[in-house]
């Protein structure tokens, strides 16, 4: 025991980190000189330097460039590369979400996750006439600013500034002590006994 991870040599784990991706910790520097964070999405944020082993955050289970999927993209971009309004592969793909997720009955497709959440608030709150939103604590749903309350502990403060306050108290957060499943709650969570927390008292 005692070889976790470089600690048997006396190096630190961030050294060790570091040692092993000079390419990644050299373009990290140069991308923090140009792009905000150094990061071009929230959930990048990792410490000491980001390095890509998240398969696409789990979409791509066939890894990257698998060559079924290159040559499908291939065949498409000398079709068409962005086409502007319907097209025939955008009915066929609904269809087949339809038919493996048969409870879906109709999809609306978005261009991130963000997109999806903010839509899906959007929908909910048509339907049900009601504004306040419950979320659950510590979890990500997208960088839009209906889901920048409580990400990470302390989760009184939202993951963002720049979101009006009139805005903020329209989310209330759920906590509970299973909830840790984004990649960005992995840190040490402090256990509480299942609550919900809210700001002001509007719909
Ligand atoms: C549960 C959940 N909702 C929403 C999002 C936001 O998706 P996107 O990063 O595509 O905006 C994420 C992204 O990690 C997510 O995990």
Redesign the pocket.
Known sequence: MGRVFGYHTGMKIRDEYRAKHPKSAALWERARAVIPGGIT?D?RHLTPFPVDYWMG?GALFLGHCHPAVVRAVQEQMARSTHPGACHELEVRWAELVNRLVPCAELVRFTM???EA?HLAMRIARAYTGRSRIVKLAG?????HDGAVAAVNPPYEVPMSAGVPGATRSLSSAATSPRSSS?PRAARPVRRRPSRVTSRSSGR
């Open positions: 999405h959930i955050h991130s996750g963000t959440t979890h990500f749903h997208g960088w984004s």
